[in-house]
Structure formats: C-alpha cells, structure tokens
Nanobody, 124 residues
Framework: QVQLVESGGGLVQPGGSLTISCNVLSSGSIFDIYLIVWYRQAPGKQREKGEK??????????SYAVSVQGRFTISRDNAKNTVYLQMNRLKPEDTTVYYC?????????????WGEGTLGTVST
C-alpha cells in the first residue's frame, strides 16, 4: 500500500520559483518505485486527464512536458521517501493543482496511486 501526500503549494510571483513535495508513505523505499509522475490539472477537473508534467523512472531517467522543459525539475530523495518538483521561471499559466502519481511496479495493469493535490498560484 502506498499513500502520496503533496505539500508546498502556494502563491508566487511571475518569474519566481516554487518547490512542491510528494511524501511517499510506504513500507518500502521510493528507490524501488517504477514510475512517479507529476500531473497538473485545473481545479474541479479529472486529474487523470491532466497534463503529465514530469516523469521519473526507477532507472533515474526523467522526461518533461514541452510546456515546462528547461524550467521544471523532478527529483527523488530516497532517504526522505520524497519526490520533488522544482519549478522555476513560473508563469501565470502554471497556476493549477499539481498531483503526484505512482506506479510501484511495471506491468499491463499496474496498481496506481494518486495524491490529493497541491495548488500552485502564479500571480502578482
């Protein structure tokens, strides 16, 4: 069983930075989790249909949506069982709810887990 708890959302000015966290509550280490993703979706809409912003695989590879490439960085801290999304040069259009998602194992029908989301607002 895995529980994901996001934190760190808040208000930031355009051009500023914000780092959000996903604390992974699990009997194991996030080192062993196959796939972790940061999604974002407008409030009130289905998170599953949101934008896949940043991906972290178990082999340490990462990938990003074109909209955030070069500005956002996903990282894992195995010692703290926490995944971070560092967001730089933020724009008003980055304002939305950010969700953490995990697939502990690879497979045709993997068990998946979602957090409840954290709101990031970019505004003057």
């Amino acid at each position: 069983q895995v529980q994901l708890v996001e934190s760190g959302g808040g208000l930031v000015q355009p051009g500023g930075s914000l780092t959000i966290s996903c604390n992974v509550l699990s009997s194991g280490s996030i080192f062993d989790i196959y796939l972790i993703v940061w999604y974002r979706q407008a409030p009130g809409k289905q998170r599953e249909k949101g934008e896949k912003v940043a991906i972290s695989l178990k082999d340490d590879s990462t990938s990003y949506a074109v909209s955030v490439q070069g500005r956002f960085t996903i990282s894992r801290d195995n010692a703290k069982n926490t995944v971070y999304l560092q967001m730089n040069r933020l724009k008003p259009e980055d304002t939305t709810v950010y969700y953490c998602y995990a697939e502990p194992t690879k497979g045709p029908a993997p068990r998946v887990y979602w957090g409840e989301g954290t709101l990031g607002t970019v505004s003057t």
